[in-house]
């Protein structure tokens, strides 16, 4: 099965704070269902807001392939 979300090496830390949120995470996720859980403030919502592209990690790189329905007319 192929990955359609790729990230490695990321690291997030705010310019306010010494520590970063989270540090070098790869992830590999197929078209299966996923969740990502934890407690408050672990960096979750940080985590998906760059996999979506509307954050840049400090350190690290993503990759999100678009694949075309084969179907779709």
């Known amino acids: 099965m192929q990955n359609l979300i790729e990230a490695r090496q990321l690291s997030l830390v705010f310019p306010e704070s010494s520590l970063p949120l989270f540090s070098e995470i790869d992830i590999f ?14 960096g979750k919502s940080c985590l998906a807001a760059i996999l979506a592209d509307r954050l840049q990690p400090s ?13 779709a007319k």
Do not use: M, P
């Open 29 to 42: 996720l197929t078209n299966e269902l996923h969740a990502l859980i934890g407690r408050n403030g672990v």
């Open 59 to 71: 350190i690290g790189c993503s990759l999100v392939k678009v694949l075309y329905n084969a179907f």
